[in-house]
């Protein structure tokens, strides 16, 4: 039986769709049933939608309320909400720049106790952009000028004598022992600490500047809040509050 189905099978012919007829070229393709059918389900889709939005539409309560009806907007065909405008009185903006000043200030205090100890740790004694401080030594003849010797006049040993903190004299390297740091490597290991603390110094003072800019400016705002005349003398910069001339009131 098999055998006999093949034989049927190798008779058959291919099947090939009809093609246009040439009178009507003009009108295209010739549309398959293929194509036909992904038009035909694309077409019921869309009204299978629009019926379901008409069953909406009709079971929708006329009353029905929603507070984004009226607190949202539409842009670009995206609903958006409206930005909400803060009703506060004038009296109540005082106050909270007046917060505002307190909280800003209490970082400012906050970083300039920290700088101070900072200051009292390093002593800025070998700050990088530090002025360079002259000692000036004086003889009275020439003859001691030409023979001048810096580490015999310190009375410290040649390899100290640029040092301008812990240059122990002559006689305290021979009556005492070296307390510290010998070995050339834990000195380096030491200058690169003592280099990160002077650049922790550096970027708390910059940010204790700018808070303190920030009060001023929190402050100058504040006081515009007053009704009285004003003008102004400075505008403002990115390193100083504007300042403003307010016309003399005299206080009941």
Do not use: C
């Not at 295209?28 to 035909?40: F, N, P």
């Not at 019921?44 to 909406?56: E, F, G, I, M, V």
């Not at 640029?162 to 510290?180: A, H």
Request: hydrophobic share 30%; proline share 2%.
């Amino acid at each position: 039986m098999s055998s006999f189905r093949k034989a049927l099978k190798s008779r058959q012919r291919d099947h090939k769709e009809r093609s246009q007829l040439g009178f009507r070229k003009q009108l295209g393709l010739l549309e398959k049933k293929k194509d036909y059918k992904l038009r035909a389900d694309d077409y019921h889709k869309k009204q299978n939608t629009l019926n379901a939005l008409r069953k909406k539409a009709m079971d929708k309560n006329p009353d029905e309320f929603y507070f984004k009806m009226v607190n949202t907007q539409l842009k670009d065909g995206v609903h958006v909400e409206k930005a909400k405008e803060e009703e506060m009185t004038d009296e109540q903006k005082k106050v909270m720049r007046s917060q505002d000043i307190k909280y800003v200030e209490m970082k400012r205090v906050s970083e300039a106790k920290k700088i101070e100890r900072l200051k009292s740790e390093l002593h800025l004694l070998d700050a990088e952009g530090k002025q360079k401080n002259n000692h000036m030594f004086f003889v009275d003849t020439k003859h001691e000028v030409e023979a001048f010797d810096l580490a015999t006049h310190l009375k410290t040993v040649p390899e100290l004598v640029k040092r301008t903190f812990n240059r122990p004299t002559v006689e305290t390297l021979e009556k005492k022992s070296i307390v510290g740091a010998v070995d050339p490597k834990n000195l380096e290991k030491l200058a690169k600490q003592r280099k990160h603390q002077y650049e922790i110094l550096s970027q708390r003072i910059e940010r204790e500047k700018k808070m303190f800019v920030i009060s001023q400016k929190i402050q100058t705002r504040k006081d515009l809040q007053d009704k009285n005349k004003k003008v102004k003398v400075k505008n403002e910069t990115t390193n100083s509050a504007a300042i403003y001339k307010f016309e003399a009131k005299r206080k009941r």
